[in-house]
């Protein structure tokens, strides 16, 4: 379904491109304005023309398929980009055992908040 829309809605756009380049532009009548004939400028233009009428065919068409891809999509998703996505694991922190030697005395151990150097020898 939403492959079918796609594709009409590519094909509306392209042949709506080429049928506004295909048509006359209003703005070449704004020379009337300067001197020339002033009827021709707010004047109607008589009945539409096929160019129009495809025009304004196709671009409702766009506008509806819009819409519809608009809808499609909207209803369609039912989870999450992030759903997918791996978390790192957590780093493992592991305690280093330092061995107790013979060197070290307990006199020489500093304790919290004494303020004293230990002593060197």
Do not use: R, W
């Amino acid at each position: 379904m939403i492959t079918l829309l796609t594709i009409l809605h590519v094909l509306v756009c392209l042949f709506l491109i080429g049928i506004v380049l295909l048509q006359h532009g209003k703005g070449a009548d704004v020379g009337a304005a300067f001197g020339g004939s002033s009827q021709s400028l707010f004047g109607t233009e008589g009945p539409l023309s096929l160019l129009n009428k495809l025009t304004t065919t196709a671009a409702i068409v766009f506008m509806v398929t819009s819409v519809a891809l608009a809808y499609v999509a909207s209803n369609s998703g039912t989870g999450s980009v992030m759903s997918t996505v791996v978390s790192p694991a957590a780093p493992v922190v592991s305690e280093q055992v330092i061995p107790a030697s013979e060197e070290t005395a307990p006199e020489q151990v500093q304790e919290f908040g004494t303020g004293t150097a230990p002593a060197t020898e």
